[in-house]
């Protein structure tokens, strides 16, 4: 049994063999946007929480959403 790190591929054999052109099908564009990592808070809000540590408390909606 003969055992190799690596099989051998020719290119030139491939190069003959040139895939049909096809046309892709028409589709719409989306495009997406990455800001950045958006964190939610888990836990529920404290009430009296903001007297407490001078805080004010944090939004449970991003202010961007509806």
Avoid: C
Avoid at 16 to 38: E, S, W, Y
């Amino acid at each position: 049994m003969e055992t190799s790190m690596a099989d051998i591929v020719r290119l030139k054999d491939r190069l003959d063999q040139k895939p049909v052109n096809r046309t892709p099908a028409p589709t719409q564009a989306r495009i997406l946007l990455f800001t950045g990592v958006r964190y939610t808070r888990t836990e529920p809000l404290l009430i009296g929480a903001a007297s407490l540590t001078g805080k004010r408390p944090v939004q449970d909606m991003h202010p961007y959403e509806g």
